[in-house]
């Protein structure tokens, strides 16, 4: 039988292995259990914070579950109004060329009502980061269809499940802005499982250091759960994700910059 | 300061002008009538020399959210549309309001409702003073009556917008932005390359970061916040009426009018007197705030009062509540881009004088 030793011996510097995101505030989040939001919120704050960007660092919250991203990330922030993240980047991004700009959106506020305004700024090339998170559902307004709901999904307003002849099809907008030349880099990940947090991370971060280079806008999709929108617990959503959204919206890389134009330059000191 | 004289159409001039008082961000879509702006700006390649950034937004709801994200970063940016545009910018705009953020915005108004025409008309008049989107707010409202206050108010415009964290609209017409005239302009000015502390320009430790945002959930801090807004409203109504008297003093029968209608008036005034009839004008400068205290003044002096405006007689309600029925007060105008003449300005005061 081993020593019995209290907790208070392993509390040492030799034996952190994790610890709270210096990013993240105290503000309590406000998602439901299980939602993927806080987990994208987690690997974007300690990305900014590892890449030193702290004070580079201009943020763009959306209008949706993630309104109040603002209260959770310790850096400068602007809410937009619906759909409108890109066009606020646009201009934060052309009147402060040495920031790093970025938009965090759902899939309503970035493929439904602000489809245009996400279209044409990656179209334009314009040198920020779009985040999307798609879990084919409007969780705030209560669990309402989405342009990603999948066919056969349900919503409240799709009770009897996506019609797609009455309702129409899901959009693929990562797969559309992946086309467009103004993208660099494009790629879908998702965060339910540890290995697709660090996948998703790793994205991410190429993501935020080609911010540097000023080449085209990048696009990270990252499919996400609704465990209260989709009225499942945690597990069953994330399963039934696994099982239904990913078909639809595979994960990996869409557009990679070729290997001699995504040279980062070691230019942070 | 050696002013530069120049021969230019009403909307080149409030291009140029946005290039001298050192703007740091335009961001517009075509519309009839004031596409001259953006083509101007355009053409000039501000970029190159002051670093002023120009973009052709891909619609007006986008053009008015640039200029959100601009403003929210402390620099000095604009927009211009003419009135289906600016009803799309809408949006963007009470949330300028609510974020109380510095911007300007020029309206180039033609007639309307829905597509209307592309003549000159003054048909957004509530919407531009009575605040035009959601919400309990107000702009800050100038109205140019010549090319030379079309490039004077880009200034004037933005030291209000920063004062004040409030937008600014500069409401204007078709027939301002086409018609040329001589315009003295001011020497370029450098950008600022200093900011307001409330602007999100990146953390840094020294200081608490910077949210800019017109969302609150809690109604008691919500209320506090209309409060606030109120309170800078009565202030800018305190201390920023602006308006101008042409042969008031004997006046008999006062005409209010602004922009173009006030041009026509003025001559309407002249022939009046040519025929011993005492008018007068009052042209307010600025329609929020609205120069009610003068009106009142005039009520108590003057026989009629008349609201002369190309628009169904939008004006004449704010008119009404200064004479607040202490004098008889008509709406004279026209409407769908038509223009008045001062012969019939000048019938329609007799028709009242006789009481036709």
């Known amino acids: 039988m081993t020593e019995v030793t209290g907790i208070k011996d392993y509390i040492k510097p030799e034996n952190l292995v994790y610890s709270k995101t210096r990013l993240m505030t105290d503000n309590i989040l406000h998602y439901c259990p299980g939602c993927g939001h806080s987990t994208a919120h987690r690997i974007l704050a300690e990305i900014i914070d590892e890449e030193g960007l702290q004070q580079d660092a201009i943020g763009v919250s959306p209008v949706g579950c993630s309104v109040f991203l603002y209260n959770y990330l310790d850096i400068d922030w602007q809410e937009a109004a619906h759909g409108r993240a890109p066009a606020l980047a646009t201009a934060i991004k052309r009147l402060n060329p040495g920031k790093v700009v970025f938009t965090y959106q759902g899939d309503g506020d970035l493929a439904a009502i602000g489809t245009s305004e996400t279209i044409h700024s990656c179209n334009r090339g314009e040198n920020f980061l779009i985040i999307f998170i798609n879990n084919g559902i409007y969780g705030m307004t209560g669990g309402q269809m989405a342009p990603t709901t999948i066919p056969g999904m349900k919503s409240s307003t799709s009770p009897y499940g996506r019609d797609t002849g009455q309702m129409g099809y899901p959009l693929k907008i990562t797969d559309i802005v992946a086309t467009l030349p103004g993208t660099y880099y494009v790629s879908r990940q998702s965060v339910h499982t540890a290995l697709n947090v660090r996948r998703a991370k790793r994205a991410l971060r190429k993501a935020v250091q080609y911010q540097s280079l000023n080449r085209g806008t990048c696009f990270v999709e990252i499919v996400s759960n609704c465990p209260a929108g989709w009225k499942m617990t945690p597990v069953e959503a994330n399963r039934w994700m696994e099982e239904n959204m990913l078909p639809y919206y595979p994960l990996g890389d869409l557009k990679v910059p070729s290997a001699e134009t995504s040279v980062i330059p070691d230019n942070k000191e | ?356």
């Not at chain 2, 223009?339 to 004088?353: C, G, N, R, W």
Request: with cysteine; aromatic share 8%.
């Open chain 2, 1 to 356: 300061m050696e002013r530069e004289l120049r021969l230019m159409k009403g909307n080149e001039a409030i291009a140029e002008a946005a290039i001298r008082a050192g703007t740091d961000g335009y961001f517009g879509y075509p519309i009839t009538p004031q596409s001259e702006i953006v083509e101007y700006l355009m053409e000039a390649k501000p970029y190159e020399t002051t670093g002023m950034v120009v973009l052709q937004a891909e619609s007006e709801i986008a053009a008015i959210n640039m200029v959100y994200g601009g403003a929210g970063c402390g620099k000095k940016v604009m927009t211009t549309s003419s009135s289906p545009g600016i009803s799309l910018m809408q949006e963007g705009i009470t949330y300028i309001a609510g974020a109380e953020l510095p911007c300007l915005i020029d309206n180039i108004v033609r007639g309307g409702p829905g597509l209307g025409t592309i003549q000159p008309a003054q048909s957004d008049y509530f919407q531009s003073v009575k605040g035009g989107g959601h919400g309990d707010y107000h702009l800050i409202v100038l109205a140019p009556a010549s090319v030379q206050e079309m490039a004077d108010f880009v200034e004037l415009g933005f030291d209000l917008a920063f004062r004040y964290r409030n937008p600014v609209m500069i409401l204007s017409d078709g027939a301002i932005g086409q018609m040329m005239e001589k315009v003295y302009l001011n020497p370029q000015k450098e950008r600022s390359g200093t900011v307001p502390e409330w602007a999100t320009t990146g953390k840094p430790p020294d200081r608490e970061r910077n949210i800019i945002t017109s969302l609150e959930l809690d109604s008691a801090k919500q209320e506090l916040f209309n409060l606030k807004l109120i309170a800078k409203y009565d202030e800018i109504k305190e201390k920023e009426v602006r308006f101008e008297e042409f042969q008031c003093e004997d006046a008999e029968y006062l005409f209010v009018a602004y922009g173009t209608s006030a041009r026509v008036c003025q001559k309407a005034v002249q022939l009046a007197r040519n025929e011993g009839i005492r008018a007068g004008l009052l042209r307010p400068v600025t329609l929020f705030p609205f120069p009610e205290k003068q009106i009142e003044r005039f009520a108590e002096k003057v026989k009629i009062i008349f609201s002369v405006e190309m628009s169904a007689g939008q004006m004449k309600e704010d008119v009404m509540l200064a004479a607040a029925g202490r004098v008889p007060v008509f709406h004279f105008g026209r409407m769908g881009g038509m223009v008045p003449t001062p012969e019939e300005v000048l019938d329609f005061l007799k028709s009242k004088i006789t009481g036709d």
